[in-house]
């Protein structure tokens, strides 16, 4: 019993020197040690990520050939009697009372003289007729514009639209695109042209970002007229 037990450790020990003698040959021990005292490793540098450039290009927008030989559509608001929210107002407003309001009578009038220069006008360009209400000629002056009249033709973001009279001047607003109307430069072309409650604004987009404007005078005076064709 004694020697088959001191067999075995022999064995044994042999198997350990034998072990040992192979990881010497492999540098196992070197490696095993080198990987204890080694520090951590450090972190690779970030990269810095490079601008993404994004290249903006025209591109010319082709109408559905269901549409394309028909003439553009004519846009005219309606007025439509609404509760009025009130707002705060900040900052100093041009006063709304002295303002004159028009007879109903008149603005019809006006309307209809508007349709009969819109049917003279060459129907290849979206017309937008307005009768201009109290505030697009005093107070905020806030042009609101139609909603199917804004999807359809003019741009999706905010942009600068330029007005142009009869007489040929332009006059350079800012559309805003998720309110839908004109905002800065609007007055200044208001009050130069001198519109006033119940006059008939014909717009006539010849370019995507231009129209040409036509002014019928509720007082029935043919001043703005002569600039149609």
């Known amino acids: 019993m004694v020697v088959a037990k001191q067999s075995y450790e022999d064995s044994r020990r042999k198997r350990v020197e034998e072990n040992k003698k192979r990881m010497e040959a492999l540098n ?10 080694s520090s951590s490793p450090k972190p690779s540098p970030t990269k810095q990520a490079k601008p993404r450039v ?7 927008v082709r109408r559905s050939t269901r549409f394309a030989n028909k003439p553009a559509p004519i846009y005219k608001e309606v ?85 142009i009279d009869e007489d040929g001047d332009e006059y350079p607003t800012i559309y805003l695109a998720r309110k839908r109307g004109l905002s800065g430069g609007w007055k200044g072309f208001a009050v130069a042209h001198h519109l006033v409650h119940g006059d008939a604004v014909v717009y006539q987009l010849i370019g995507r970002t231009t129209f040409k404007v036509y002014i019928i005078r509720v007082n029935g005076s043919e001043e703005g007229n002569n600039g149609a064709n």
């Open 28 to 37: 196992l021990p070197l490696l095993s040690q080198a990987l204890k005292t």
């Open 79 to 163: 007025a439509v009697d609404r509760v009025a929210i009130p707002r705060r107002i900040f900052g100093r407003q041009r006063s709304l009372t002295n303002l004159v309001l028009a007879s109903p009578e008149a603005i019809a009038e006006a309307d209809e003289k508007a349709d009969k220069l819109v049917s003279g006008l060459p129907p290849s360009y979206p017309i937008l007729t307005k009768s201009m209400q109290p505030s697009h000629v005093a107070g905020g002056f806030w042009l609101g514009l139609p909603v199917d009249f804004c999807k359809l033709n003019l741009p999706s973001r905010d942009d600068v639209m330029t007005l």
């Open 54 to 60: 994004v290249q903006k290009q025209l591109v010319v």
